[in-house]
């Protein structure tokens, strides 16, 4: 079982940029693919961006490609999403997730958090 909880939402202007971390319970973190996704109101939940266990391969929606960046810290269990140059579309809950898997690209999490708010004004 993993608990993960997501931190570091707010409301920002456009351009601003935002760090939101995901923190995780339990000693197989490392073992983890993490990912983003957000969800904004009255829209399907949208994938961002995943990572490997180890860090070393990323996969990034177009939607946030060059604007978000995913990385990990195994040591602290804690997965990072640095996004910059927000825009008023951006806005959404944030979710992160976690798959016992190294495979980078899968349909399927097994664990959630309950998501942060992210609130870009124009």
């Known amino acids: 079982q993993v608990q993960l909880v997501e931190s570091g939402g707010g409301l920002v202007q456009a351009g601003d940029s935002l760090r939101l971390s995901c923190s995780a319970s339990?000693?197989?973190?490392?073992?983890?693919?993490m990912g983003w996704f957000r969800q904004a109101p009255g829209k399907e939940r949208e994938f961002l961006v995943s990572?490997?266990?180890?860090?070393?391969?990323?996969n990034y929606a177009d939607s946030v490609k060059g604007r978000f960046t995913i990385s990990r810290d195994n040591a602290k269990n804690t997965v990072y999403l640095q996004m910059n140059s927000l825009k008023p579309e951006d806005t959404a809950v944030y979710y992160c997730?976690?798959?016992?898997?190294?495979?980078?690209?899968?349909?399927?999490?097994?664990?959630w958090g309950q998501g942060t708010q992210v609130t870009v004004s124009s």
């Open positions: 339990g000693r197989t973190f490392s073992t983890y693919t």
């Open positions: 990572i490997t266990s180890n860090g070393g391969r990323t």
């Open positions: 997730a976690a798959a016992p898997t190294t495979i980078l690209r899968i349909k399927t999490y097994d664990y």
